[in-house]
């Protein structure tokens, strides 16, 4: 079950990733990169790494999106939305909510009935625990963190000046 859990996860990130590229549209390209950092949150659960989880959508899917967003409204970019474009959608919201509360009716069942959960092997190494995730990026991964946060800022940054300069 775990694994069928994975796999319908880690299709949707990559379909979503796919959906970035392909989109028109600017922000629906940061929708569906928030429907792949949610999906890539879920594909941590299934391989036991909560905190990365909990990070991803906290930092990434809140956070980084927010900026995203407030980019793309700064660059005030003429958007026209369509709905009659998305007819269709609106006869799929109700079987995707069927199967979302299914999932979390059968987790939660999961979860109730599984008592191998409630046990923790003390004996196997902490690899995802908080303590050991601080040491390595305040340490090893410092520098690199570091770097990749200002790379980021400088894109974001040059965005915004390339958009305002073809505008002029």
């Known amino acids: 079950m775990l694994q069928v859990i994975f796999i319908v ?4 990130a990559v379909a979503g990733a796919v959906s970035v590229v392909l989109q028109r549209r600017p ?4 929708l569906s990169l928030v429907v792949t950092l949610i999906s890539l949150a879920a594909v941590y659960v299934t391989l036991q790494a909560q905190f990365i989880a909990a990070i991803q959508v906290i930092v990434y899917a809140g956070a980084i999106m927010v900026l995203f967003v407030f980019v793309i409204m ?3 970019i003429k958007e026209e939305m369509a ?7 609106r006869y799929l919201a109700i ?3 069927i199967v979302l509360i299914g999932e979390i009716v059968a987790v939660i069942r999961g979860l109730s009935s599984n008592s ?10 902490a690899v995802g625990d908080t303590n050991s995730i601080g ?16 790379l980021i800022l400088m894109a974001l940054v040059g965005a915004v000046v390339l958009a305002r300069r073809e505008r002029k």
């Open 116 to 125: 191998s959960l409630r046990t923790i092997d003390t004996t196997a190494v």
């Open 9 to 12: 996860f880690a299709l949707a």
């Open 135 to 150: 040491m390595a990026m305040f340490k090893a991964y410092m520098l690199p963190f570091e770097i990749t946060s200002i």
């Open 95 to 97: 079987p995707v909510a």
């Open 74 to 76: 700064l660059l005030n």
């Open 27 to 30: 922000l629906y390209s940061v």
């Open 83 to 89: 709905p009659d474009r998305h007819r269709l959608l």
